[in-house]
């Protein structure tokens, strides 16, 4: 077996929770120091590695990865500036050289988090890496492939633009599921009833492009039900949202 | 067993041939006659029973089912009007009322339906129906209940919220993967990153509500991501579905 990968977590936020639980799993991973602000949010890996919440205390190891808010990131990094080792970050929008460090890189899990969800498999879960050379990138490569089946090299542009595809199809989708289900619970209705197409429309893209699979009144231009959709629709920001998605849609044709 | 349910199907579309579809694999139903305007629409029923396209040629059944475009359907039925037996359509956005027959209803079988897709299970599809005396109500839910384990009766203006919250979540949904295909397109990226947070932003609802399952820039209120993203954006509908469906988020915490 190769020799473990070294590792220090700095944060205690969704990802680095999920992060360090995931680690645990692996043999072939060492955590070597918990790093948090606040003690309290990573109690539950107390005994396991020491914890610090004074960064200059940070020992070596071969990677440290800063889990924490995006627009915080940079800043905090000013304090590792003389740290000798590779320090990663782990979010979609901040860039390779926002960060402050000696060695840089970036190690973006790409899912959605949250801390209730105990279980989540990273087998599937593609890892997004980059780093400023090889031996750099071997590290994060190494570490990535033992939790993940998926890790791709890509630069901080591209990542950018993940994370807006991220935002679409999970929060702004999410959104969708609420407005939808304040619609149904308005007119006494369960949003149970939606279940069934909302996994429909998902498992669908898993073999035909979203282009191809595009359906309902605005493709088809159907004004009489377009208009009757929108006199129906009280509320100021989803009459909005049924207009600019409807325009959007006819004009992506 | 009870008495057959018979049906005539008027129509050709996605839904009828879906329907027709669904009815044939169930020996309590019984198809009487096809309807269509153009008959080569419904060509892999020939044989199954008379086909017509000459609506003063329909003969009774307990049901007849027009299925074809919405803004259609009212029209249409005016040929109808001496028919003495039960008639209804299956849109989501018309009323029982634009019904100009004698006996009038609702058959509104609520999925996407493309007609590639050869296999649907209808089991799992909820069947909405409406109906004007119990007598009528009572026959359409035997016929749902045949190919349904969800027929439930709701009205007009319930429909209609239904039928918007549909769009919301199929077809508004589905728009948002395109335009993060498109994205993800133009950075040399492939959609294949988006599936498994697609498929987990659609499972988790199934345990979470939509309100407690939001997460993302807009509901943390992080202005430098979302900054940083619209900036980013060429698209000027994608950049406006990103400042309203941002603002929409903030405004329905």
Same mark, same amino acid.
């Given at each position: 077996m190769a020799r473990k990968i070294t590792v220090n977590i700095i944060g205690g936020g969704n990802v680095a929770t999920h992060l360090i639980r995931e680690f645990l799993r692996n043999p072939e991973i060492e955590i070597n120091q918990f790093y948090s602000r606040n003690l309290d949010q990573i &109690?539950?890996?107390?005994?396991i590695a020491p914890m610090i919440?004074? @960064?200059? $205390?940070l020992k070596p190891a071969d990677i440290s990865i800063i889990s924490i808010s995006d627009d915080a990131v940079s800043e905090f990094s000013n304090q590792l500036k003389h740290y000798a080792n590779l320090v990663v970050h782990t979010s979609g929008?901040?860039? @390779?050289?926002? $960060? &402050?460090?000696k060695r840089k890189g970036v190690f973006y899990p790409f899912q959605t988090f949250s +801390?209730? &969800? +105990?279980? @989540?498999?990273? &087998?599937e879960i593609p890892i997004l890496i980059e780093a400023q050379n090889d031996e750099d990138l071997d590290l994060l490569e190494r570490l990535g492939n033992i939790i993940s089946n998926d890790v791709q090299v890509i630069n901080s542009k591209q990542r950018m633009a993940l994370h807006i595809a991220g935002v679409l199809v999970a929060n702004f989708v999410n959104h969708l599921y609420y407005q939808a289900d304040k619609l149904l619970n308005n007119n006494e $209705?369960?949003?149970? $009833?939606l279940k069934p197409l909302i996994l429909e429309t998902a498992h669908k893209i898993l073999t035909i492009s979203p282009k191809n699979a595009q359906t309902g009144p605005a493709i088809r231009n159907d004004k009489m039900i377009i208009d009757k959709h929108l006199k129906f629709i009280d509320d100021k920001n989803l009459n909005d949202i049924y207009r600019l998605l409807s325009k959007s849609i006819q004009e992506n044709k």
């Open positions: &109690k539950e890996f107390e005994g919440n004074d @960064i200059s $205390l929008s901040v860039s @390779i050289d926002d $960060l &402050k460090t +801390k209730a &969800k +105990k279980e @989540i498999n990273f &087998k $209705l369960s949003f149970d $009833l």
